[in-house]
């Protein structure tokens, strides 16, 4: 049926190829292109030099280094996660295995702010835990802790679910093989398993790294927005904003899409690994 499809594509009328491609790209000029030249223009609006003050700003450099942080901690979590999950999605049938994917998706299905609610009411001062987290001196909700799980919640299906259907596909014939050859657990994982997936979890990490970067819903209820403190990149933008002060919002911003579009690369290049593995595999 594909090639059928791909035929009729192919026979279709010059001027239908042509009004799709054009619509495609009007499509991708207006709603992406322009959005991202409009930020580059006004972040240099008032020249280079305001430009690089704006960034090296005291309140953007903490809000840059808090945003890292949220990154560093939640991306090898949620990897751990992926990884232990996707394996046992993929390589195990066990009771609870379809609610286990489902609660996997839920980040998906779930607004962000509902979920940094979610978080002030168990850690808040008047949540379930509030009183007992006083009593040991211990901040969950307006501090880094809080922004930490914040950024894991809506971070945790990146990995899994580019590993799953992935290492479905692969089966598990090599692990058995190695098995049969006396291979322990650690050694199929490290040797077997993790050499097929390699592209396909450097992928789903570069995903995950992205969200968190952007994450401003669920982090921006459990922040308590403290300047200097517990802003992270896409807070301080709105900060910015809301003081009027365009010029260096768009400035901060233009940061948050540099590493967008590394991460974009990143992305690209690995995607193009993983089909080439596939279409090694096939062969």
């Not at 499809?5 to 054009?22: K, T, V, Y």
């Not at 790209?25 to 992406?32: E, P």
């Not at 953007?60 to 999950?85: D, E, H, Q, R």
Request: glycine residues 6%; charged residues 10%.
């Amino acid at each position: 049926m594909s090639t059928t499809s791909h035929q009729n594509s192919r026979n279709a009328p010059s001027w239908a190829r042509l009004a799709l491609i054009i619509a495609a790209w009007a499509t991708f000029i207006v709603f992406l292109v322009l959005p991202l030249a409009i930020v580059l223009i006004e972040a240099l609006k008032m020249g280079v030099a305001h430009f690089f003050e704006s960034m090296l700003e005291a309140d953007a450099i903490s809000a840059l280094k808090l945003t890292l942080l949220a990154v560093a901690i939640s991306v090898p979590l949620n990897l751990v996660f992926g990884v232990a999950a996707a394996w046992c999605v993929s390589k195990h049938d066990f009771y609870g295995k379809s609610v286990l994917i489902t609660l996997i998706d839920l980040p998906f299905s779930v607004s962000p702010i509902i979920a940094g609610l979610v978080y002030v009411l168990l850690f808040g001062a008047q949540g379930f835990f509030g009183e007992w987290l006083i009593e040991h001196d211990i901040q969950i909700i307006f501090a880094v802790p809080g922004i930490v799980l914040a950024t894991l919640f809506v971070t945790v299906p990146f990995v899994a679910r580019e590993l799953i259907p992935l290492m479905q596909q692969q089966g598990t014939q090599e692990e058995e093989a190695a098995r049969l050859l006396g291979a322990s657990g650690w050694q199929m994982f490290w040797h077997v398993t993790v050499p097929n997936i390699k592209w396909g979890l450097m992928y789903g990490v570069v995903l995950c790294t992205a969200r968190a970067m952007g994450e401003f819903g669920a982090v921006s209820v459990v922040s308590g927005h403290i300047r200097g403190f517990t802003n992270t990149l896409p807070l301080h933008v709105e900060i910015l904003y809301n003081e009027y002060n365009h010029v260096a919002a768009f400035s901060v911003a233009s940061l948050l899409l540099i590493l967008a579009l590394i991460m974009l690369l990143l992305k690209q290049w690995s995607e193009s690994r993983i089909n080439r593995q596939l279409n090694n595999g096939d062969e």
